[in-house]
């Protein structure tokens, strides 16, 4: 089974820091505020950064199980537990990205339904953004890379709108540093999980990068990148809101974002949340391209036949989860699900994989 | 591709027309008033028809009576041709009695409500708030919220918006404090001090001299205008540019004390024609009496907040930070025992043309 | 005996389908012959389309010498030898002496039914058509206004003039069933990448066509993606463009009856530079150039975003322009979405129709409806003035762009884009958008990303996208139209400019 795809479905090093970092920046960011504070209160900021540096040490090994020689996480599955149960667990995976990209879909649906069109009906978003998934994806893996890319570049701007609540900041907030016991930090470092995940469909598409032994420096700085937004985020709403406002805020970010008002144009948030698709586009294409690839991969079903039904079944999920309490859930089942999935199954993999893969020739890639 | 473009031209017959805001269908609420009669919340709100209206149909202010905060709307709704938005709200007052009885109710819902401004206004009215906005139907749109919003710009107001009481009030060692608004000469709307909350209750009520010394020692904006008759009988008038403060707490377990510094710099626009600013001597004079007078001004509006137990300065919020194992109830206790020490500095800018 | 009679019936065929050729042609009353004698007495006939050649050069160049010749004429070469004109052969074939025939040649045969004659050229290609050649449709204040007309070799001619170099290759072929359209590929050779002029010959020998009626008809069947409404390949009438393309390593197809030239592979940056950008400073030049992307963006958006935020999102508008907006709609009975859609089919009907209009109606007519037509509608408050004043403004940015099948592209844009904000608001808008950045990713002109430099993200050639950059930085061809040559010239420091603070 040849590993190297042809030459111009590849895209250049470059881009894979826009992947990487495109697919976690997704939904998490606008609420995540809520769900870290629990535990460790204002000191939380230290649980994120904790979570990102860890990270890294997935990465690497995400890193060394891919490369030399180029494969993906269907071959990896393979060399570790055998043909018919690496395939099974391959069919396994795709259930964990559908659910990234359910939970993703469902959260943005679900803001957009809280803070502009109330009165919509979710079938009628689910249906429009749906079709535009569809299109995104039978483009290809380059178009992906470009919504990534213009996904990063794009909104980029929104950045400087975190401008104007710094000025409303009490810097008082973020004292007494330390003020939580290292446990508390932890746990809330867990809860903080939901906004890093999306980085492991590296494993799927690794493959269709170009020069891929130079593209460790591009992935440890998108996941750099990504932590040091995210420390911005949780740092500025700290100094803006209270801990107790923050407890009653749903939606912290886009909240924080309202302050924020020109002359010509009110109500800055609005364009941030609309912004706000061309980030989470990246983060629900990339893991429903990776299903279809498992699939073609797997099971020979063409990509274009099988994206129609995925599409349906995840427009179906979204309709029957209608309140705002199972849209928390589902978050949180999926935070769960992710925690797992990265912190001990990818290690688990690591280990066995290293142990097993002296035992294959290279010729047999 | 062509696929897509079919259903989405179907899903276009099938939408209907009733989720469209259009903009001049709208009954476009500016402010909201809450009172309170006999324990029915009485609300009203003003708005203004911004087109040419026929001259023999008034635009009045639409009231309604109801037990929550939020189901005057239903009311509303009742006695008007097009939708309640409330989307671009821009005040809401409360009359003294609403404020008096807590305020809990209206805030929980407005944490709750994305579609309100964070920058709308909050104020607390001596008269009611049904009087205040019937008499603000008659300026221009949205003449309360710029109001309150020039004075906090450029008079004796500290900046409050939605988002500030929502800061203060869920947050802790921090009280609510909004403006206060009244009916001056029976046809003008004015500002006049401020209102101290305690939890949500309101407390006290600032005079607009003691407002001006509550906004240079919590506002982030310290400028205002002040005058006072020193004991020499001589009127002086000054009013602050800019200025710098710093406020540090010592011993924080035992007897905690409050240490204010202010650097002001200010322009004095009356003062004893005797002195003669051009000599040093007498602006160090002139500077002292006006450092000694804020100084004790503001110790006594300190000392009148801790006998009423409310902290709309934020001590507690202050002593949070410094301290590892501070509790809100251990403020409490120490909050009457808290010690404050005032230092002034006042810098002339400018002495006039005359010298 | 049957060998024989096969191949004189074979002969017998041969002279019979010149015989054939002419009773089949003689249909037409403009094919003409006659017969004039020469000094021996043997007379020499003419056959022609009187239609397609030049009557002076009969006159002047071939009958002179053909009656007053000396010698005297036994055989064709022997008055082959007296015609002064160069393009001239002795043939038998008929389906050459047809396809001569109908280009302008003139056929000189001996005998009434003749197996061969000699092939003269005397075709007047310019007749009936223009021979001024302004650039017209793509005007600039200052550089060469120099454009290229119908007829093919004016055009190379032109190319040829100014383009001094024996790189500069031409490679003519022959496309349409019924036209018989010269077609000629033009590339630099040793800078344009051999790859797409291979590429584009084999489109235009695939493609079959009864009539080629102009370039662009060659552009819709050989472009990449015929479903898009983005122009795929670079079309223009100006000189110094077309010259632009070959030296970046374009390729360029010139059709005969065409002024138009088509080039690719092109980006969409392409589209949006103009010649002026060029001949001003670098400054002055990229300023005007991004004003033109600010009108772009504003020409699509304007619209969908009033018809967005008047429909759903009335919490966008300050205050201060609450007022005007209500009392500017408050008569109006449709809601915005049929407002706008009224008064942007009412421009798109303007401009159809005086683009129709003689030109004395037209002036009128063009007063009449921009002024009256809008004023009166605001008035029976059918619209209101602000959506007037916003769609006229989008209307005027929609033609910032230098090339016409571009504004074109982008007029249509705006009305998908409409619908979707009445339907989903600000959403709406979201969703086109990227539907079409999404679509502008997927295009591909002969090979080439449709939106590189900016995705696929090169650095360097961003030089001359967004803005121009001064003649220093852009000394490099751009890499993804993959030239051979990247170098294009050096940069030498004036030696006579010093730095006069340090020196004084």
């Known amino acids: 089974m040849k590993q190297k795809n042809k030459e111009n479905y590849l895209v250049s090093t470059f881009f894979v820091f826009f992947l990487i970092h495109s697919s976690q920046t997704g939904i998490g960011l606008l609420n995540f505020q ?78 957009i339904q809280v803070w502009i069109f109330p009165m919509i009906k979710t079938w009628e978003l689910s249906l429009g953004l749906a079709c535009l998934i569809i299109y995104i994806i039978t483009g290809g893996f380059r178009t992906l890379t470009g919504i990534s890319f213009l996904g990063v ?213 | 591709m062509m696929k897509l473009l079919k259903i989405l031209f179907v899903l276009f017959l099938i939408v209907g027309c009733s989720r469209n805001q259009i903009l001049e269908d709208l009954k476009i609420i500016e402010s909201l008033g809450y009172d309170l009669e006999e324990d029915k919340i009485k609300g009203s709100a003003s708005f203004h028809v911004h087109y040419d209206v026929p001259a023999g149909a008034p635009v009045k202010l639409l009231t309604a009576e109801s037990e929550t905060a939020n189901g005057i709307f239903t009311t509303f709704t009742q006695q008007v041709q097009h939708p309640v938005a409330i989307g671009k709200t821009r005040t809401i007052i409360m009359g003294q009695p609403f404020a008096n009885e807590g305020i809990k109710d209206l805030i929980d819902t407005l944490v709750r ?21 019937n008499l603000s139907m008659k300026f221009p749109p949205y003449y309360l919220s710029d109001v309150i919003e020039q004075n906090i710009t450029y008079g004796n107001t500290p900046k409050t918006n939605v988002h500030t009481v929502l800061n203060q009030f869920y947050g802790a060692g921090q009280d609510v404090y909004l403006p206060v608004l009244t009916i001056y000469e029976s046809e003008k709307i004015m500002v006049d001090g401020l209102g101290i909350f305690k939890g949500d209750k309101l407390m006290m009520l600032l005079q607009d001299r003691e407002a001006f010394l509550f906004k240079i020692i919590k506002d982030k904006n310290i400028s205002g205008t002040y005058e006072f008759i020193s004991k020499q009988k001589e009127k002086i008038f000054l009013k602050i540019m800019y200025g710098k403060r710093k406020i540090s707490i010592k011993n924080t377990s035992q007897n905690p004390q409050v240490i204010i510094k202010l650097d002001l710099f200010a322009l004095i626009k009356d003062y004893p024609r005797s002195l003669d600013l051009s000599k040093s001597k007498d602006v160090k004079q002139l500077s002292k009496k006006i450092e000694k007078e804020l100084s004790t001004k503001i110790e006594r509006l300190l000392e009148e907040f801790k006998e009423r137990q409310v902290d709309p300065v934020g001590f507690g919020d202050l002593i949070r930070s410094e301290k590892r194992d501070w509790t809100q109830d251990s403020f409490n206790d120490q909050y009457p025992n808290l010690e404050f020490e005032i230092e002034t500095k006042v810098n002339f800018l400018q002495k006039g043309v005359e010298g | 005996m049957g060998g024989h009679g096969s191949l004189r019936n074979f002969i017998k065929q041969k002279n019979d389908s010149i015989h054939d050729l002419f009773k089949e042609v003689s249909k037409s009353d403009d094919f003409y012959q006659f017969s004039t004698k020469s000094s021996n007495e043997l007379p020499i006939y003419f056959s022609y389309y009187k239609s397609l050649i030049d009557e002076k050069k009969i006159h002047h160049h071939l009958l002179p010498y053909i009656q007053s010749a000396e010698e005297v004429f036994t055989k064709l070469t022997d008055v082959m030898n007296a015609i002064p004109i160069e393009d001239r052969e002795i043939t038998s074939d008929p389906k050459v002496i047809i396809n001569k025939l109908t280009k302008g040649y003139i056929f000189i045969h001996l005998t009434i039914n003749p197996e061969k004659g000699i092939l003269v050229n005397l075709s007047n290609g310019t007749k009936g058509y223009r021979d001024f050649n302004n650039a017209e449709h793509e005007y600039s204040v200052i550089g060469p206004n120099v454009g290229f007309v119908e007829d093919l070799d004016t055009n190379l001619s032109l190319l040829r003039r100014h383009i001094i170099s024996k790189g500069l290759v031409f490679k003519e072929i022959t496309k349409g069933s019924l036209s018989n359209t010269r077609v000629v590929i033009g590339y630099i050779d040793g800078i344009a990448n051999p790859q797409h002029v291979q590429t584009m010959k084999q489109r235009l020998e695939d493609l079959d066509m009864d009539v080629i009626f102009d370039s662009s008809v060659l552009d819709q069947i050989i472009s990449d993606n015929t479903n898009t409404p983005f122009p795929l390949f670079m079309s223009t009438e100006r000189l110094d463009r077309t010259i632009y393309m070959l030296l970046l390593g374009q390729v360029i197809v010139i059709s005969d009856g065409s002024p138009y030239v088509i080039g690719g592979p092109t980006t969409i940056f392409n589209f949006f530079i103009s010649p002026e950008d060029y001949y001003s400073p670098w400054s002055v030049g990229s300023f005007f150039r991004l004003i033109r992307f600010i009108g772009v963006l504003f020409s699509i958006l304007a619209t969908p975003i009033y018809v967005a935020v008047l429909t759903h999102h009335y919490a966008i508008i300050p205050e201060d322009l609450l007022t005007p907006l209500i009392k500017s709609r408050a008569n109006v009975p449709f809601p915005p979405l049929l407002e706008a859609l009224f008064l942007e089919i009412t421009i798109e009907l303007l401009r159809e129709a005086g683009g129709r209009l003689p030109t004395k109606v037209g002036q009128t007519l063009g007063i009449v409806g921009g002024i009256v037509i809008g004023q009166a509608a605001v008035e029976a408050a059918l619209t209101s003035n602000i959506l007037l004043i916003i769609v006229a403004l989008a209307a005027l940015a929609s033609f910032t762009t230098p090339i016409f099948k571009m504004s074109n592209t982008i007029r249509i844009l705006r009305f998908p884009l409409i619908l979707l904000a009445a339907i989903w608001g600000g959403f709406g808008v979201t969703l086109g958008l990227t539907f079409i950045l999404c679509h502008l990713m997927r295009l591909k002109s002969l090979g080439t990303t449709y939106l590189t430099p900016l995705y696929p993200f090169r650095y360097r050639d961003l030089n001359d996208s967004f803005i121009r950059s001064s003649l220093s930085v852009t000394t490099k061809r751009f890499t993804f139209f993959r030239p051979l040559k990247l170098h294009r010239y050096n940069v030498k420091k004036h030696k006579d400019i010093e730095d006069d603070y340090n020196n004084e």
């Open chain 1, 34 to 111: 809520n769900t870290i504070i629990e535990n460790a209160g204002h000191d939380s900021w230290i649980s994120v950064i904790i979570t990102g540096l860890s990270l890294h040490i997935i990465l690497w090994m995400i890193l060394t199980m891919v490369s030399n020689p180029t494969k993906d996480l269907l071959k990896i599955h393979q060399i570790s537990f055998g043909e018919k149960i690496g395939n099974f667990l391959s069919v396994v995976v795709i259930g964990y990205f559908l659910l990234l990209a359910l939970t993703v879909f469902r959260t943005y649906i679900e803001a």
């Open chain 1, 153 to 365: 570049v794009l909104p980029s701007i929104l950045l400087l709108t975190l401008y104007f609540p710094i000025q409303h900041a009490n810097f008082r907030n973020l004292m007494p540093v330390f003020n939580h016991s290292i446990l508390e930090i932890a746990q809330s470092s867990k809860a903080s999980f939901l906004i890093f995940i999306g980085f492991e469909s590296l494993l799927i598409y690794f493959p269709f990068i170009k020069h891929p032994s130079k593209s460790a420096k591009w992935a440890h700085g998108a996941l750099a990148f990504t932590t040091f937004i995210y420390l911005l985020v949780t740092l500025i709403t700290f100094v803006y809101f209270s801990q107790g406002q923050l407890k009653h805020t749903l939606w912290p970010t886009l909240a924080m974002i309202k302050i924020v008002e020109f002359s010509f144009i009110m109500r800055i948030e609005f364009i941030f949340i609309f912004t706000w698709l061309l980030v989470i586009l990246p983060t629900v294409c990339i893991p429903i391209w990776c299903c279809t690839r498992i699939l073609k991969k797997i099971t020979k079903i063409k990509p274009r036949k099988s994206l129609y039904p995925i599409m349906f079944f995840i427009l179906l999920c979204s309709i029957f989860i209608d309140d705002s309490l199972k849209v928390d859930a589902l978050s949180k089942f999926t935070s769960e699900v992710g925690f797992y999935f990265i912190y001990n199954y990818i290690p688990f993999l690591f280990i066995i994989y290293s142990l097993r893969k002296s035992k294959f020739k290279s010729s047999e890639y």
């Open chain 2, 113 to 133: 409500d994305p579609i309100v401004e964070s920058n709308a206004k909050m104020a607390i009215s001596k008269e009611e708030a049904a009087e205040v906005l």
